[in-house]
């Protein structure tokens, strides 16, 4: 079956202990990218990569690092998590360009719950 | 930076009733997609629209482009209690270095009560 693998589902960790969520794709797709959910806020992008060891900031990467060392797998890691951190966490793949039309349809995982107390 | 304006966030309707969705920017996109999600899952694709006024058809549910590829609308006829959920526009930019990514809207927020 296609999918999107993130874990943890749900996390609750201390103010500056470093974590790691992990993301995982058997799709064989080349984008992939980090996106966070706030209440009235709609998803917004923290990281993304378009391949193996290419990686950039999406909207709003501060507090994050992100690493590419295979093509399934893209983790997003938290150095020292603050409370503001405090979010559910996508991760998603986007099959390759198709011609003309480049194809940006995001397949997105179950999404890590965060909480930083 | 682009943005979406999604509205309404929050519609609470009864079931056989009809309702839309908006989306709307001041930036051109190459596509727009319509996503939803339910409770503890991640969003999932309902459409793509490509071309400028395009309009897809998916059951009861009514997907418009613009002209000018700068906004869309979701059409449901008739909903039922399944359609509950949120709702999700997301416009994807295909220039340059923003390869791939999608802008969001901030959601709407459906409840169809029976």
Known sequence: EAQVTQNPRYLITVTGKKLTVTCSQNMNHEYMSWYRQDPGLGLRQIYYSMNVEVTDKGDVPEGYKVSRKEKRNFPLILESPSPNQTSLYFCASSPPNRGRYINTEAFFGQGTRLTVV | ?114
Do not use: M
């Open chain 2, 1 to 114: 930076t682009q943005l979406l304006e999604q509205s309404p966030q929050f519609l609470s309707i009864q079931e056989g009733e009809n309702l839309t969705v908006y989306c709307n920017s001041s930036s051109v996109f190459s596509s727009l997609q319509w996503y939803r999600q339910e409770p503890g899952e991640g969003p999932v694709l309902l459409v793509t629209v490509v071309t400028g006024g395009e309009v897809k058809k998916l059951k009861r549910l009514t997907f418009q482009f613009g002209d000018a590829r700068k906004d869309s609308s979701l059409h449901i006829t008739a909903a039922q209690p399944g359609d509950t959920g949120l709702y999700l526009c997301a416009g994807a930019d295909a220039g340059g270095t923003s390869y791939g990514k999608l802008t969001f809207g901030q959601g709407t927020i459906l409840t169809v009560h029976p």
